[in-house]
């Protein structure tokens, strides 16, 4: 059922709509960002076309189709070649999935929902081949698509997920409805964090905020490695905010950051630096602001007294710098070092 799904009440009304006019396209384009429960609805969907105890126009989540549309099972793969070649399906015959198992969604992937959408659903009202990520085909995947797209069984649906919908061939998003989905409020995803007991209290409330609209993100967040990260980084704040900057701590605080077993997570910290600035920036302006750090948030409002509006944006404009040198082989200790003295100059 769809309540049981979060936030994106818009998306689920379009949905709900179609269910209940009879009218699901054959071809469907879920877009929005990443992590926002596009897959979950698509799941969703194909649920509702083929329970076999409907509540109104949507899935029961009792029967057996319901139990089974989910459980996607790794495609057939006889050895390494094979791999990239075919569907994966769900227990539900009539339900399946197109995902990388390569660099791209190949060709073949793409063939073999060509010809599997032209047989009659085995078990089920309906076929439902979902994609995603929909962005990620190669050229000839896409062509082939775009082939299957012009003469699509009135039985099957086609449901592309991507976050990138202007990679898509204009010729296929032509052919698709759209429904859109957005990035989900921090009270949406807190409430389900804490309904669903994975966090509770203060948590849930810090990994809502971090994640940015995303439950995907939420739900993988490893919220010691964040607190981790962000007591390297409001070393480096307090030491940005002395008068003057205290270079030496910020020194010593670049060989922390680039030390070899950090090198994996190097822009998670800059990430956490980012948020951390943020917040006192909002401190600054409004001591009752929203801020994403909210159990420290005493500790940033003594820091944001010097963090002028100038400062903070320069700052994250010093950071941003950097993140567009890692994109080439830079040397990040010769870099960071680089990042905190001009954000010591600013």
Not at 31 to 57: D, H, M, W, Y
Request: charged share 30%; hydrophobic share 45%.
């Amino acid at each position: 059922m769809f309540d049981r799904l979060v936030g994106n009440a818009r998306a689920k009304g379009v949905l709900r709509r179609m269910l209940a006019q009879r009218r699901v396209p054959g071809a469907l384009l879920f877009a929005g960002e990443e992590s926002v429960g596009k897959f979950r609805f698509a799941v969703e969907l194909a649920k509702a076309l083929n329970c076999l105890t409907p509540q109104g126009v949507e899935a029961c989540d009792r029967c057996s189709a319901c139990a089974r549309v989910p459980n996607f099972q790794p495609p057939p793969a006889s050895d390494d070649k094979e791999r990239g070649r075919h569907i994966a399906w769900s227990g539900h015959q009539d339900v399946g999935l197109l995902r990388l198992e390569r660099s791209f969604i190949t060709v073949e992937q793409a063939r073999e929902v060509e010809r599997e959408s032209n047989f009659r659903p085995r078990e089920g009202r309906a076929r439902v081949f979902i994609i995603d990520p929909a962005e990620r085909m190669n050229a000839n995947a896409a062509n082939a698509l775009l082939k299957t797209l012009e003469d699509f069984a009135p039985t099957s649906h086609l449901i592309l997920v991507t976050s990138r919908p202007a990679s898509l061939l204009p010729t296929i998003r032509s052919r698709c409805q759209t429904v859109r989905f957005s990035p989900l409020a921090a009270e949406e995803i807190e409430k389900y964090l804490v309904a669903t007991k994975r966090r509770a209290g203060e948590d849930a409330r810090l990994v809502a905020r971090l994640a940015r609209g995303r439950l995907g993100e939420a739900l993988e967040l490893e919220l010691d490695a964040y607190r981790e990260r962000r007591a390297l980084m409001f070393g480096v704040l307090e030491a940005l905010a002395a008068s003057p900057s205290d270079t030496a701590r910020l020194l010593r605080a670049t060989e922390e950051l680039t030390d070899a077993k950090r090198k994996d997570g190097y822009e998670s910290y800059l990430d956490a630096l980012t948020a951390l600035v943020r917040d006192a920036w909002l401190l600054s302006a409004d001591p009752r602001a929203e801020i994403v750090n909210e159990d420290i948030r005493e500790r940033l409002a003594r820091l944001s007294v010097h963090v002028t509006n100038a400062r903070a944006a320069r700052w994250l404009s010093r950071v941003e710098e950097l993140r567009a040198q890692l994109a080439v082989n830079v040397n990040r200790r010769a870099a960071t070092d680089a990042l905190f003295l001009s954000m010591a100059a600013a």
